[in-house]
């Protein structure tokens, strides 16, 4: 079978382009992701919760997964356990957001783990 040098041209800049991709920036937002935690309470039960309000940035190259890196920013006032009370308590005396309103995470290091 004969492939034509038009065929052979574009078979080629799809393979170089899929080689030498660039890495993929994922935008990390509360609309399409959620942060949630759980935690124990008196050695008896757990408290769930989550933030509202998030955003950040996922940089994946899978060439060098290594060089992989996150960033992300949290709203610490958006806490939400689903009780009133215990949100304005964490806000207040644990998170502290009058001097802390963004809670900041950046990787140091990813790794990949089979």
């Not at 799809?14 to 509360?30: G, R, Y």
């Not at 890196?69 to 207040?92: H, M, P, Y």
């Not at 644990?94 to 001097?99: E, G, P, R, V, W």
Request: proline share 3%; charged share 20%; net charge positive.
């Amino acid at each position: 079978m004969k492939l034509n040098k038009s065929i052979i041209v574009c078979l080629f800049l799809v393979l170089s382009t899929i080689v030498s991709a660039a890495p993929i920036t994922l935008h990390i937002d509360n609309t399409h992701s959620s942060i949630q935690f759980t935690v124990p309470f008196l050695a008896i039960s757990d408290v769930t919760g989550r933030f509202e309000r998030f955003c950040g940035n996922f940089v994946f190259d899978d060439t060098n997964i290594m060089a992989a890196r996150l960033e992300l920013f949290v709203d610490a006032s958006s806490i939400n356990t689903g009780l009133k009370i215990r949100d304005r308590d964490l806000v207040e005396k644990y998170l502290q957001t009058k001097a802390y309103p963004i809670i900041y995470f950046k990787s140091k290091s990813v790794r990949l783990t089979k």
